[in-house]
């Protein structure tokens, strides 16, 4: 059997290296950290779960079909729970939207801020389904390798208008300002900024409302272990806390990888989900293509990074759904804040995640599980010490909470701590911290992000959110599929 690595073992990685064991190839998957998940790492502190993310499910049926490439049922690994509504929508004047894929109770959500607007939403529905097909549907999956398979996809992704933002076009839908905000969020979740990134990430309302929004049993951890059960089950290798600290190479070719602990192996390929910068600049230090590349990639764009606290409290809260997004009194100003001026704002929106009201086994009984989540901008923007903002922050945000949901957090909480851009960049060697990689912007998306497959060292390819199609689990696992693609092409 031809043998492949793995580096990195997130949503990416895992999916990458299922595929390729289901399709024939000796797989070793190998993880730095103790835990698989990579930014769905999960710690356990005085019985609370807290999930460092993400948090949203969406659009399963890529992730059922890691286990029907052998003819085993996801279902027997993860449970899945429905979340509902997805997202709760709070301003700071007291206005709630529900947003959900009930196309009754949503008309409704719409008719309550400007009747006029529910017209103009069906527009953006069919608007929405559209960009879903050509940008995700035919495209989501498949390598952009040279220009020639950019100018093919051009046509179709120029008729949706694809050069607009996300908020230009659902302005053009629909008129009331909370609305506008309410249906052009979802690229925050990829890492974009929704004044600047391409409206084709609007397929995203669209595949929500397909698919619904999920939970995991247990946690998005759970998801993770099973993936790694299933690896495994199909004779797949995990080697977990040894970071890979080098990854040989001979002309244009890689030959193996050596970790921190003294291991080393020789494959037939190589494929990273680490960070791109990371992977190049740091994995094949001695490469003059790599050095050449990782110069390349320090002038692109990096999305923001994140400040999350995470929190358990005595009591629970039925009146708090599972996902809620405080908006803050600003929104295109704070974007403008954090992707382009690189300040710490006094204000912030923030997404806060109650797992509980859904699955209480994360917490202990009569007590509840939180995180709190605000944008921020990467360390390359804004060159702070967290060691001395991140307390400052977390009490800010805590406050916000406390002043809009729980008066009296504070003297709730049972144990909390934060995340910071600086922990990103630790524990993921996630450049300049950002959360999510390279932003999602149209100059370096499909043929102008992060190639697939390498286009000079012929057998080292990458996986995950700095390839393409990008970020979050649906966009990971379509780059696990257009990987393997290739790297069972090329090595059966």
Not at 247 to 273: C, I, M, P
Not at 335 to 358: A, K, Q, R, W
């Amino acid at each position: 059997m031809k043998r492949a690595c793995v580096i990195g073992a997130g949503f990416g990685g895992l999916a990458l290296a299922i595929r390729l064991q289901s399709g024939g190839v000796q797989t070793t998957l190998i993880e730095a950290r103790d835990r698989p998940g990579g930014r769905a790492y999960v710690w356990e502190k005085d019985g609370f779960t807290f999930d460092a993310g993400p948090t949203v499910i969406t659009d399963p049926s890529c992730l059922q079909e890691l286990w029907g490439l052998k003819g085993h049922r996801m279902a027997d690994d993860v449970e899945l729970m429905p979340v509902m509504p997805f997202y709760r929508l709070n301003w700071g004047d007291g206005t709630n939207f529900d947003y959900s894929n009930d196309d009754v109770s949503l008309k409704a959500e719409i008719a309550k801020l400007n009747p006029a607007d529910v017209a103009g939403y069906d527009d953006f529905l069919e608007y929405s389904a559209g960009v879903l097909e050509e940008g995700y549907v035919k495209l989501g999956s498949v390598p952009f390798l040279d220009f020639a398979s950019m100018i093919k996809a051009a046509p179709s992704l120029m008729r949706y208008q694809a050069w607009r933002s996300v908020y230009s076009m659902v302005s053009s839908f629909v008129k009331n300002e909370k609305l506008r905000e309410a249906f052009s969020f979802h690229s925050l979740l990829v890492g974009g900024n929704p004044m600047t990134t391409s409206a084709i990430y609007a397929l995203i309302h669209k595949l929500e409302k397909n698919g619904g929004v999920w939970w995991a049993k247990g946690g998005t951890n759970q998801l993770i272990n099973g993936m790694v059960t299933h690896f495994q089950r199909l004779g797949g290798e995990v080697r977990m806390g040894d970071p890979v600290t080098h990854v040989s190479t001979l002309g244009a070719r890689v030959t193996g990888v050596e970790t921190k602990r003294g291991w080393s192996g020789q494959f037939d390929a190589v494929a990273s989900n680490a960070d791109i910068m990371h992977s190049y600049r740091d994995l094949m230090p001695d490469n003059q293509h790599a050095k050449r590349r990782a110069k390349s990639l320090a002038k692109k764009r990096y999305s923001p990074s994140l400040f999350v606290v995470h929190f358990g409290v005595e009591g629970t809260w039925p009146g708090i759904p599972h996902h809620m997004i405080l908006f803050g009194p600003r929104y295109k100003g704070l974007l403008d804040d954090i992707y382009n001026h690189g300040v710490l704002p006094e204000d912030f929106s923030i997404y806060l995640h109650h797992p509980t009201v859904t699955d209480p086994s994360v917490a202990p009984e009569g007590m509840s599980t939180f995180y709190a989540l605000v944008p921020v901008a990467n360390m390359g923007k804004l060159p702070v010490d967290w060691d001395e903002v991140g307390p400052i922050l977390e009490k800010r945000i805590l406050d916000e909470v406390g002043r809009r949901l729980i008066p009296d957090i504070h003297s709730r909480i049972v144990t909390k701590f934060s995340y910071a851009p600086s922990d990103f960049k630790a524990d993921l060697s996630a450049h300049m911290g950002s959360a999510f990689s390279l932003e999602p912007l149209l100059t370096q998306s499909a043929y102008f992000r992060a190639h697939n497959r390498d286009d000079t060292i012929s057998n080292f390819y990458l996986v995950g959110a700095g390839t393409h199609p990008g970020a979050g689990i649906p966009g990971v696992v379509g780059s696990a599929k257009a990987t393997a693609g290739l790297m069972l092409e090329d090595l059966l």
